[in-house]
């Protein structure tokens, strides 16, 4: 069965941090591009860090950028993202992803998603 699981997700006051953890099974996350998206309440999915298949490759939306950082565990088919300065803005439900192109052929799979509410 596919799966992403994300976990780790909770309230922490402003200037937290937090490390979100996103479990797959079912495929090879290895060959995927791993994606953290989050949705705040009112607001549309947006991108906020991508990591390449190899972990060599990062990239952050610049809303996040110098306080969040994605990494991979490729051998446990686990990624994380590390939080840190959290602000009230950050508050979103964060979904993990895991997308590939092969043959032309879009590949898309979906966490449940985790809450991250940021207040004090």
């Known amino acids: 069965q596919v799966q992403l699981v994300e976990s780790g997700g909770g309230l922490v006051q402003p200037g937290g941090s937090l490390r979100l953890s996103c479990a797959a099974s079912g495929f090879t996350a290895s060959t995927y591009v791993m994606n953290w998206y989050r949705q705040a309440p009112g607001k549309e999915r947006e991108l906020a860090s991508t990591?390449?298949?190899?972990?060599?490759?990062?990239n952050y939306a610049d809303s996040v950028k110098g306080r969040f950082t994605i990494s991979r565990d490729n051998a446990n088919n686990t990624v994380y993202l590390q939080m840190s300065s959290l602000k009230p803005e950050d508050t979103a439900v964060y979904y993990c992803?895991?997308?590939?192109?092969?043959?032309?052929?879009?590949?898309?799979?979906w966490g449940q998603g985790t809450q991250v509410t940021v207040s004090s």
């Open positions: 990591i390449s298949p190899s972990g060599g490759v990062t």
């Open positions: 992803n895991a997308h590939r192109v092969l043959f032309g052929k879009v590949f898309d799979r």
